[in-house]
């Protein structure tokens, strides 16, 4: 069954803008994760933000969560055309398991 | 840090072929490990995941099958492919408090 959710499902800008991507969910976590796929290969792990966080930095990324709306958003500040891939945010889904949503898919025009 | 091996990188099979994906992993020991397929431009489909030797939990029923004849290999089967079973293949290890680390994929195409 889908957790998450990824908005908007597809995203074009400039180098050197901000990116924003949101994640949905619909049941209580104790941490949510976001992954980045470059095409054809397989998912990296970006961060990880527990349920007692409300926002967490790593180099040129902020995750926020909010668990009273049950949302998370990803910014990625002053992109860059590398950092052109699909963005996943992936939450437990029972047990050992996460369920991934279906992704934002960011273009960074040169 | 742990490394995921998976082979073959493509792969194209006729329907009705078996099939056979293996992935491994070096680095860590007692890993949980996981089989996810990805459709063309979709989202990750959990088929199956194994916390141990000989230990399979099946998410999808469909024509394939797990095995995880040792600590650090786990391999992906079907006996007949459909042509719906085409898609990238994604092995992984790790648990849900800290993350996943997934192989490089295997995109099969059934023809």
């Known amino acids: 069954s889908q957790q998450g959710e990824e908005d908007p499902q597809a995203l074009s800008i400039q180098e050197g803008e901000n990116a924003t991507m949101n994640c949905s969910y619909k049941?209580?976590?104790?941490?949510l994760q976001w992954y980045r796929q470059n095409s054809g290969r397989g998912l990296v792990h970006l961060i990880l933000?527990?349920?007692?966080?409300r926002e967490k930095h790593s180099g040129r990324l902020r995750v926020t969560l909010d668990t009273s709306k049950k949302s998370s958003s990803l910014l990625i500040t002053a992109s860059r055309a590398a950092d052109t891939a699909s963005y996943f945010c992936?939450?437990?889904?029972?047990?050992?398991?996460?369920?991934f949503g279906k992704g934002t898919k960011l273009t960074v025009n040169p | 840090s742990q490394t995921i091996h998976q082979w073959p990188a493509t792969l194209v099979q006729p329907v009705g072929s078996p099939l056979s994906l293996e992935c491994t992993v070096e680095?860590?020991?007692?890993?949980?490990l996981y089989w996810y397929r990805q459709a063309a431009g979709r989202g990750l489909q959990l088929l199956f995941y194994s916390v141990g030797i000989g230990q399979i939990s099946s998410e999808v029923p469909q024509n394939l099958s797990a095995s995880r004849p040792q600590d650090r290999q786990f391999i992906l089967s079907s006996k007949k492919l459909l042509l719906s079973d085409s898609g990238f293949y994604l092995c992984?290890?790790?648990?849900?408090?800290?993350?996943?680390?997934f192989g490089s994929g295997t995109r099969l195409t059934v023809v």
């Open positions: 933000i527990r349920s007692n966080e």
């Open positions: 992984a290890d790790g648990d849900t408090q800290h993350g996943y680390t």
């Open positions: 680095g860590t020991s007692n890993p949980n």
């Open positions: 992936a939450t437990r889904g029972g047990s050992e398991k996460l369920v």
């Open positions: 049941t209580s976590i104790n941490n």
